[in-house]
């Protein structure tokens, strides 16, 4: 599970660089204005730093999620077990991800501070509507980390409905874990073992580096 955290702090960072977007803006540009924004407002929040939960985590809701396609990630990260659940099944696993993905962005927002993004040339075609954002992490120490998106066109505009972090796609990274818990109790089990997750991380402070007061 630190990996899946690594990549989403990675992936925080970069989405924390959008206000309203339109459904014709091209899928570079939605990924650029939502990271300048949301980094912009993490590093300037003084509630956000000292590590305000309820404000990291209505941030992540308003200027992340709406641009996220979970039911898409959900279904990919599940595999083939996706079609043998019921609608019901399928309705409280995209919830618990979504959950479970909120508390781990809040968390990664909490600790932003210096990081920069550099975005590459979108490599498409007018006409394509899935495409792979490229950027790239710079830290104050260390050297840059490689950060692609790969984001669809629905009847809403553009969504992001997989990341990557240093060659490895979340959807990928989740569907080991999903499987796993699958093979133990069923589609049943994976939904109550993310929802005592989610609990557990409900119940305890974002993880910052605040100085504590």
Do not use: C, H
Request: overall charge positive; charged content about 25%; proline content about 5%.
């Amino acid at each position: 599970m630190n990996f899946i955290k690594q990549f989403i702090a990675l992936a925080t960072v970069s989405l924390a660089f959008t206000g309203v977007a339109s459904a014709q803006e091209a899928p570079d540009v939605l990924v650029k204005r939502i990271s300048q924004d949301v980094l912009n407002t993490a590093k300037n929040d003084k509630s956000i730093q000292a590590g305000d939960t309820k404000k990291v985590i209505d941030l992540v809701e308003e200027k992340i999620l709406p641009y996220v396609d979970f039911q898409r990630m959900t279904a990919l990260a599940a595999g083939r077990f996706w079609r043998d659940a019921t609608p019901d099944q399928q309705k409280q696993l995209t919830e618990q991800f979504r959950q479970l993905l909120v508390f781990t962005y809040s968390g990664a927002l909490s600790q932003v501070k210096d990081q920069t993004v550099e975005f590459k040339p979108l490599r498409a075609d007018p006409s394509d509507t899935e495409v792979e954002v490229r950027s790239m992490v710079n830290q104050a120490r260390g050297e840059p980390i490689p950060l692609n998106y790969r984001v669809a066109k629905g009847p809403q505009g553009w969504k992001i409905y997989d990341i990557n972090v240093l060659g490895a796609w979340l959807v990928e990274t989740y569907k080991g874990t999903f499987a796993s818990e699958i093979s133990k109790g069923g589609m049943d089990g994976l939904i109550k073992a993310l929802t005592e997750k989610n609990k557990k991380l409900a119940s305890k402070p974002l993880n910052t580096t605040a100085p504590k007061k």
